[in-house]
Structure formats: C-alpha cells, structure tokens
Nanobody, 119 residues
C-alpha cells in the first residue's frame, strides 16, 4: 500500500554531517506531516523533526535546532534530514513516519537506518 524506505545512514566522526533520505511509494499516497524519529539502544523512541508536506512548516527537537534541517521534495515523494555538527548522542536508528491528517497518528513507518557518531 504505502512504503517508506530510509537511506543515508552510516558512521561518522563527531562534528561531521550526514543526510538521511526517506522515499515514499505506493498507491494513494497521502501525507499531512512527515517526521523523523530516532531510537538509541535502551531508550524510547524520540521525536527529532517534522515538516508539513504542503506548507513546509517545520518543528525540531530542541537539542538539534540549528544543526539539523528537515526538508521534502514533493515531486520525488522524498523526505530528507540534513544533520550537521553531529554529536555522539545522535547515535541511534532513525525512522521516518507519516501522518495523513492533522491530529492523526503515525500510520506508516520506515524500516530505519543506523546512524553512528564516534568521538
């Protein structure tokens, strides 16, 4: 039906950068807001950033403001997360997720991509 596939993860030294991508495909694609979440070992899933699909309104976790940038390419049905000045605390599996309506739940999730930041 709807598939979200993340890519772009990897290992990087502290202070480095990575750009994550999330490609959406399937029948009857619909999105009001797409978000990035992350989950570190032994911790709960954590919200990182979100963007409304049509208007481009963004929201960020306080600890990543000024360093991470979420964006989307509507023509390619692709979500991005540019991560600069990476810190070891950013080490986690990063997931993209979709909300179809305002106030709705995250109905579709990707499989995740690993980000490892070494000091």
């Amino acid at each position: 039906q709807v598939q979200l596939v993340e890519s772009g993860g990897g290992s990087v030294q502290a202070g480095g950068s990575l750009r994550l991508s999330c490609a959406a495909s399937g029948r009857n694609l619909s999105s009001y807001r797409m978000s990035w979440f992350r989950q570190a070992p032994g911790k709960e899933r954590e919200f990182v950033a979100s963007i409304t699909w049509s208007g481009g309104l963004t929201s960020y976790l306080d600890s990543v403001k000024g360093r991470f940038t979420i964006s989307r390419d509507n023509t390619k049905n692709t979500l991005y997360l540019q991560m600069n000045s990476l810190k070891p605390e950013a080490t986690a599996v990063y997931y993209c997720a979709n909300v179809r309506t305002p106030g709705g739940k995250y109905d579709y999730w990707g499989q995740g991509t690993q980000v490892t930041v070494s000091s």
